[in-house]
């Protein structure tokens, strides 16, 4: 699985932690930013991922910023992305099984590392249930157009 991950100065601590995590666990990977903790506008950064990961280039995204909150209402505007902010491994797996995020946010500033992770593993492994879900996806698909 291809992973774009992304962060803004709020994010960038643990960014460096999940792609630590990342290359630990063999899981390919592609960083676009930020790379320090210098000020950058978190917008940006979710749109480049959230385009990559709805043109299909990338199967999946991680995105951080301080609370995870403003980098994944941003993300939310890319047609094709779904992503949950988590801060939980209960939301985790339950973003992926019943919401198929294809996204997930993350709050630097609101979760440790050790949950963090925790909440990335769930959502590596987590696949998407289908079935009644599918169609209730597929009406958020449609809210796009
Ligand atoms: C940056 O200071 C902070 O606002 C940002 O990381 C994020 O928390 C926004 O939602």
């Not at 199967?59 to 403003?70: F, Q």
């Not at 919401?99 to 990335?120: P, Q, T």
């Amino acid at each position: 699985m291809k992973i774009a991950i992304g962060s803004d100065h709020g994010g960038f601590r643990l960014k460096e932690e999940i792609k630590d995590y990342l290359r630990q666990q063999g899981v390919e990977h592609t960083d676009f930013g930020t790379y320090s903790t210098a000020s950058v506008d978190y917008p940006d950064i979710a749109q480049t991922v959230g385009e990559k990961v709805a043109a299909g280039e990338f199967e999946r995204g991680i995105l951080i910023c301080g609370t995870g909150i403003g980098i994944s209402i941003a993300a939310n505007k890319v047609p094709g992305v779904r992503a949950a902010l988590c801060g939980d491994v209960f939301s985790a797996r339950m973003s992926r099984e019943h919401n198929n995020a294809n996204i997930l946010a993350l709050g630097e500033r609101v979760i440790g590392s050790g949950l963090a992770l925790m909440i990335v593993q769930t959502w590596l492994e987590a696949e998407f249930a289908g079935g009644r879900h599918a169609r209730r996806v597929e009406k958020i698909s449609a809210l796009e157009k």
